[in-house]
T-cell receptor, first 118, second 111 residues
Framework: AQTVTQSQPEMSVQEAETVTLSCTYD???????LFWYKQPPSRQMILVIR??????QNATENRFSVNFQKAAKSFSLKISDSQLGDAAMYFC???????????????FGTGTRLKVLA | DADVTQTPRNRITKTGKRIMLECSQT?????MYWYRQDPGLGLRLIYY???????NKGEISDGYSVSRQAQAKFSLSLESAIPNQTALYFC??????????FGEGSRLTVL
């Protein structure tokens, strides 16, 4: 069964510094997607970044980038120049086949709470 | 306006009461989902629907039921609410490729 593990329940970073959130996953599939979602205190789930497994190049969105290591099944999120508004819960998620044609399932990690210190 | 709208945003109810959480979307997606979020457990899938005639149980469907009234509407019901159903509930949609699009969440408290 596919699993997603976020081993850091909480992280802290100084404003303007860089922080990396870890995520590992387990799957036997070769075709899948990986995502990082941000959940600020407003509780809205906001997509931060996505990575298609077939792409070797790491995804980047402004100050957010990933280190995707397919063989190691690792998908970490790097936040550069951290800002107070980055404080949130971050969820790693996997989307892969779920059996039937055209059907998929999403699996979420348990989240990492990021605190940004002024 | 939000693409995925949930009502109510917050609800307090008593044990044994029937509760319905509603979700509507303007994204035109066929696939809709209901998730439950609990601290330390992440998001867990309750039910999902790939079209109006297709309803499937997720990993924690016991105590819940759903109705897909139209492509744009997917409601979640708790027939007889109990305190351990106190949680944050999310509706989400997706295309057949790509990410989930979430509503703003419905916080339910069962006393």
């Amino acid at each position: 069964a596919q699993t997603v593990t976020q081993s850091q329940p909480e992280m802290s970073v100084q404003e303007a510094e860089t922080v990396t959130l870890s995520c590992t996953y387990d799957t036997s599939e070769s075709d899948y997607y990986l995502f990082w979602y941000k959940q600020p205190p407003s509780r809205q789930m906001i997509l931060v970044i996505r990575q298609e497994a077939y792409k070797q190049q790491n995804a980047t969105e402004n100050r957010f980038s990933v280190n995707f290591q397919k063989a190691a099944k690792s998908f970490s999120l790097k936040i550069s120049d951290s800002q107070l508004g980055d404080a949130a819960m971050y969820f790693c998620a996997y989307r892969g086949p779920s059996g039937g044609p055209g059907t998929y399932k999403y699996i979420f990690g348990t989240g990492t709470r990021l605190k940004v210190l002024a | 306006d939000a693409d995925v709208t949930q009502t109510p945003r917050n609800r307090i109810t008593k044990t044994g009461k029937r509760i319905m959480l509603e979700c509507s979307q303007t994204k035109g997606h066929d696939r809709m989902y209901w998730y439950r979020q609990d601290p330390g457990l992440g998001l867990r899938l309750i039910y999902y629907s790939f079209d109006v005639k297709d309803i499937n149980k997720g990993e924690i469907s016991d105590g819940y039921s759903v109705s897909r009234q139209a492509q744009a509407k997917f409601s979640l019901s708790l027939e007889s609410a109990i305190p351990n159903q106190t949680a944050l509930y999310f509706c989400a949609t997706s295309e057949h490729t790509g990410e989930l699009f979430f509503g703003e969440g419905s916080r339910l408290t069962v006393l």
